[in-house]
T-cell receptor, first 113, second 114 residues
Framework: DQQVKQNSPSLSVQEGRISILNCDYT??????FLWYKKYPAEGPTFLIS?????DKNEDGRFTVFLNKSAKHLSLHIVPSQPGDSAVYFC????????????FGAGTQVVVTP | ETGVTQSPTHLIKTRGQQVTLRCSSQ?????VSWYQQALGQGPQFIFQ???????GRGNFPPRFSGLQFPNYSSELNVNALELDDSALYLC?????????????FGPGTRLTVL
C-alpha cells in the first residue's frame, strides 16, 4: 500500500527556471514531510522538511508547500542549477513513528543548460 | 565528524543463501534505520534500532533481522535469500530527540541475488 506517491517519474527543466516537484499522500495522520535528494552511488541527502502545522517552509533556493486538505505537497527549486540534476524523494512520517519514513518512488530531475 | 558508512558496496549471492550487511552510524547517533530500495522505487522501511533494541518494523518477513551494537554500529541479516531481495539496502542513523530531519543515510549496499 503506497501511502506516498510521486506521479511524475521525470522532470526536465532549463537552467535558471523553476522546478516544481509534486507529492501526494493518503494517510491524513502523517504530520511531518521531508524531501531528500539522491545522486547515483550516494545515499539520499536531506534537503528540506515541513511540519503539518505549517503550509510553507523556505531554505535558500528550496521551498516546500503543504496543502493538508488536498494531502499534497510540492517542492519548488528556484533558480534551477545543473547541480540540481538528481532523483528527488518525498517522504512522510508520523509523530509516534519518528525515523520510520515512508518514501515516494522519486522524480528524476534533469536541468539542461 | 564521520558520516554513515556501509559495507560491502556490492554483493552477489545465490537464492537460499544468507547475507550480512553492515552499517557504521555517524558519530554520536544512537538510532539506526534500515531501508530496502528496489529498482525504480523509493526506499521501504525495514526496521529501526534504538539503544540496541528493535524499535519498529515495516512489512518485512522475519528472515530479515538486525542487530545494533553498543558502539551503535548495526547489521542487517537476511536468511533464505529470494530473487526479489535484490535491491539497494540503505541504513540511516540519527540521534533520537534531535528532530525528525536529522536522518543521515549511507551510500548503500547493492545486493544481487541470482
Amino acid at each position: 500500500d503506497q501511502q506516498v506517491k510521486q506521479n511524475s517519474p521525470s522532470l526536465s527543466v532549463q537552467e535558471g527556471r523553476i522546478s516544481i516537484l509534486n507529492c501526494d499522500y493518503t494517510n491524513s495522520m502523517f504530520d511531518y514531510f521531508l524531501w531528500y535528494k539522491k545522486y547515483p552511488a550516494e545515499g539520499p541527502t536531506f534537503l528540506i522538511s515541513i511540519s503539518s502545522i505549517k503550509d510553507k517552509n523556505e531554505d535558500g533556493r528550496f521551498t516546500v508547500f503543504l496543502n493538508k486538505s488536498a494531502k499534497h505537497l510540492s517542492l519548488h527549486i528556484v533558480p534551477s542549477q545543473p547541480g540540481d540534476s538528481a532523483v528527488y524523494f518525498c517522504a512522510a512520517s508520523l509523530t509516534d513513528s519518528w525515523g520510520k519514513l515512508q518514501f515516494g518512488a522519486g522524480t528524476q530531475v534533469v536541468v539542461t543548460p | 565528524e564521520t558520516g554513515v558508512t556501509q559495507s560491502p558496496t556490492h554483493l552477489i549471492k545465490t537464492r537460499g543463501q544468507q547475507v550480512t550487511l553492515r552499517c557504521s552510524s555517524q558519530s554520536g547517533h544512537n538510532t539506526v534505520s534500515w531501508y530496502q530500495q528496489a529498482l525504480g522505487q523509493g526506499p521501504q522501511f525495514i526496521f529501526q534500532y534504538y539503544r540496541e533494541e528493535e524499535n519498529g518494523r515495516g512489512n518485512f518477513p522475519p528472515r530479515f533481522s538486525g542487530l545494533q551494537f553498543p558502539n551503535y554500529s548495526s547489521e542487517l541479516n537476511v536468511n533464505a535469500l529470494e530473487l526479489d531481495d535484490s535491491a539497494l539496502y540503505l541504513c540511516a542513523s540519527s540521534f533520537a530527540g534531535q528532530g525528525k530531519d536529522t536522518q543521515y543515510f549511507g551510500p548503500g549496499t547493492r545486493l544481487t541475488v541470482l
